[in-house]
């Protein structure tokens, strides 16, 4: 079976689970966050690099403090974040207590973590958005504009690239993708204002800044994999690699959405 059509039989098996899990909202949603959590901090642990140690039970404390956080967030809202910032600092605490570390790497270890555990962090946007009474309809919007990116990125990247945007990242992404992913989000601000009978042009707007948050994300992503030699995050989803490897660009999306909601933006 080839890798496409494992990457296709994933999507139609995952997204409406995923999906369903967003309309359902509540407690289910909490646990897929949580879910989301752990595996994308375990998946970054693993991609440590060598000269850092090797992964362990410490690497526990980053997926413990977020979900502490998340916890707090579901109940609390947006008041949780002001939490946010010493609960990513202390996830760097297990490198003061390392054997295995030489002194000199300590503090690329910290950054490395406290990095690790704010990128998994942002899901905590995912509660927020979802939790707002327009939350359905707008993280449908983040989601589809970010899915509408990645594949139509990867289409025109594979058929047409040839110009990479950063080889030393990500070779593999290509400035007539990267185009045709804030075109696709583009295109679905544009639909998504036409249903809810808004400002077409101003929304399209935004679907091109949300596809532009998600390949920021995918890069950022893709700064942890080149940093731990690896080509994907993990292997728990066949033809598409890790969790990471697919929630990467909502990580980025989702908290711009939201921001600009907050903000009176939109």
Known sequence: MSTFTLRVISALVLAPIFIGLVIIGQLPFLALCTAVVWICALELASMRPAPLGRSGSYDLFAPVWVTVLLFATYVMGARALFIAPPIMLLSAAPAWFRSDTDPTDLSVDMCWRVLSTTYVGLVIFWILLRGRPDGLEYFTFAVTSTWANDILAYFVGKTLGNRRISPAVSPNKTSAGAAAGLLAGGAVGA??????????????????????????????????????????????????????????GLVFSVPVLFLLLEMAIL
Do not use: E, W
């Open 191 to 248: 639909v998504f204002a036409a249903v809810i009978s808004t400002s077409i042009l101003a929304y399209a707007a935004v679907g091109i800044l949300l596809a532009a948050a998600a390949q920021l994300g995918d890069l950022f992503a893709s700064m942890f994999k080149r940093a731990g030699g690896v080509n994907d995050s993990g292997a728990i989803i066949p033809g598409h690699g890790g969790a990471l490897d697919r929630l990467d």
